[in-house]
């Protein structure tokens, strides 16, 4: 059901698209830098989304949080997440110079020739999109899996730059799994982002702290017999996306195969601290 534009909904779309339009006459990549550069400022001087992002760093990274410089390279990295996810078109047309193995796809290919599908794990971490950019240059379309925005009008736009060069669009919740659910016993390819909290979750262990996690999707994969691999784009020193990608869980236990990409997650995480997206409260109530 459509939910009701309220005035304040307004309001939060001009700020939202304020920026992004002031720069469209810009080049893609301009764009992307200034466009990263001015949230991040603004992120730094938000002092509730200040504080989130200190408390986040100071309870898992301590050592990261006595560094000169950290919040700024946090939030600027958050920026430009933004602008990417909001040029979503032009990132899948521009995007160039990916850094990946020659058979990193090795593993998936194999699965889809066989007609098995996959469950392409990754977090809010890195350039997250060039994981469905590369699959799909390579033939491989993914369907992906989001949380509604909270803003309708806004929530628009998000669902637009999702779909872009993918091979679907779930929501989270009960009707969302069921669609999710037929493509993968079609053999599809989703993708899917496991690093927030879940109330529903149960309390794993994610960069050294207790946090709620989902099992779902890891319970859907024995299921289905799908393949769940971790993918990750961080950007490398040059500025360019490196894709790693990691051999496929183990299947097993749904709440082990969970805890293995926490731990595969994490491991990314610490090499490139400034990289994943510390706005989350992802430790928040592990106890519930």
């Known amino acids: 059901m459509e939910r009701k534009t309220k005035f304040r909904h307004y309001i ?3 700020l ?14 301009w764009r992307v830098t200034i466009g990263g550069a001015v949230i991040g400022f603004a992120l730094r001087h938000v002092p509730s989304l200040r504080r989130r992002i200190e408390d986040n760093v100071a309870l898992v990274l301590p050592e990261m949080a006595a560094q000169k410089g950290f919040l700024q390279r ?3 990295h958050i920026g430009r997440g933004f602008m990417v996810l909001f040029y979503s078109k032009d990132y899948h047309e521009k995007l160039s110079g990916v850094e ?4 990193a796809f090795a593993e998936i290919k194999a699965a889809q020739a066989a007609g098995k599908p996959v469950i392409v794990v990754s977090g809010h971490f890195g350039e997250w999109e060039a994981i469905r950019v590369m699959l799909s240059r390579a033939g491989m379309p993914s ?16 669902a637009k730059a999702m779909a872009v060069g993918g091979a679907g669009l779930f929501q989270t919740g009960l009707n969302g799994t069921r669609k999710m659910l037929k493509h993968l016993k079609a053999g ?16 794993l262990d994610f960069m050294g702290k207790p946090a709620l996690s989902s099992s779902i999707m890891a319970t859907l994969a024995v299921k289905t017999g799908a393949l769940m691999v971790p993918v990750y784009a961080p950007l490398n020193a040059q500025g360019k996306v490196q894709l790693i990608v990691e051999p496929a869980i183990v299947h097993g236990q749904p709440l082990a195969m969970i805890q293995a990409i926490n731990d595969s997650l994490s491991t990314q995480v610490r090499a490139h601290p400034e990289q994943w997206y510390w706005l989350h409260k992802r430790w928040a109530r592990p106890d519930l």
Do not use: C
């Open 74 to 76: 946090i939030s600027r």
């Open 188 to 203: 599809g390819i989703i993708t899917v982002l496991l690093d927030q909290r879940v109330n529903e979750g149960k309390v």
């Open 100 to 103: 990946m193995a020659p058979e």
């Open 12 to 14: 939060e779309a001009v």
């Open 16 to 29: 939202i698209y304020a920026l992004p339009w002031a720069l469209r006459p810009l080049p893609f990549a």
């Open 143 to 158: 369907a992906s899996i989001y949380r509604e925005a909270g803003n309708p009008i806004f929530e628009r736009h998000f």
